[in-house]
């Protein structure tokens, strides 16, 4: 079937913005992680959810972000009041269930201008 | 802190040998560990899992765990112009507040030559 999907693929924003970033998993998978990666840095996890439930939020960086999932399939990143640090490529993966290995969809570049 | 460590190379083969790409994890709790290759511009694309201790092979890529030496590798066989591409290592706790997230290491990045 198909991948998982984001969208959109590219965002540029002005600083002080709202951004919200979609994820659409692969059918049947219950587990969704949302990653970030910085130019030059490893994937730095966010968040995880497993059904509509979240989890591990510990990830997030700060209060400005968030994100649910409804349904148990599509899920979005919110990200209030961006800051230049914010810009990055955000990840989402899913699995069948946690602990199952996970597909990362494209991606969506951020950019904070 | 959960730590997956790895050289960041760049590790360089000729066409045809065999590349060998090391990782190592901090936390004894990690059960499942994860190769990913992932392209320039690209997103990871999983390529391996492995959750017991030995080998495992699929096709010209094999990975190694030790749990005891908390150690994982990945070889690849017969190297291809095609394989160059930044692997990462990834280890996921089987339980506790964590479990769920991957632990990325930096990645390696590997050229293969003709």
């Known amino acids: 079937g198909a991948g998982v999907s984001q969208s959109p693929s590219n965002k540029v924003t002005e600083k002080g913005k709202d951004v919200e970033l979609r994820c659409d998993p692969i059918?049947?998978?219950?587990?969704l992680y949302w990653y970030r990666q910085s130019l030059g840095q490893g994937l730095e996890f966010l968040i995880y959810?497993?059904?509509?439930?979240?989890?591990?939020k510990s990830g997030l960086p700060s209060d400005r972000f968030s994100a649910e999932r409804t349904g148990g399939s599509v899920s979005t990143l919110t990200i209030q009041r961006t800051q230049q640090e914010d810009s990055a490529v955000y990840l989402c993966a899913s699995s069948r269930t946690v602990n199952q290995p996970q597909h990362f969809g494209d991606g969506t570049r951020l950019s904070i201008l | 802190q959960k730590e997956v460590e790895q050289n960041s190379g760049p590790l360089s083969v000729p066409e045809g040998a065999i590349a060998s790409l090391n990782c190592t994890y901090s936390d004894r709790g990690s059960q499942s560990f994860f190769w990913y290759r992932q392209y320039s511009g690209k997103s990871p694309e999983l390529i391996m899992f492995?959750?017991?201790?030995g080998d495992k092979e699929d096709g010209r890529f094999t990975a190694q765990l030790n749990k005891a030496s908390q150690y994982v590798s990945l070889l690849i066989r017969d190297s291809q112009p095609s394989d160059s591409a930044t692997y990462l290592c990834a280890a996921s706790p089987d339980r506790g507040s964590t479990l769920g997230r991957l632990y990325f290491g930096r990645g390696t990045q590997l050229t293969v030559w003709p």
């Open positions: 492995i959750y017991s201790n």
């Open positions: 059918s049947g998978h219950t587990a």
């Open positions: 959810f497993q059904g509509n439930s979240a989890p591990d």
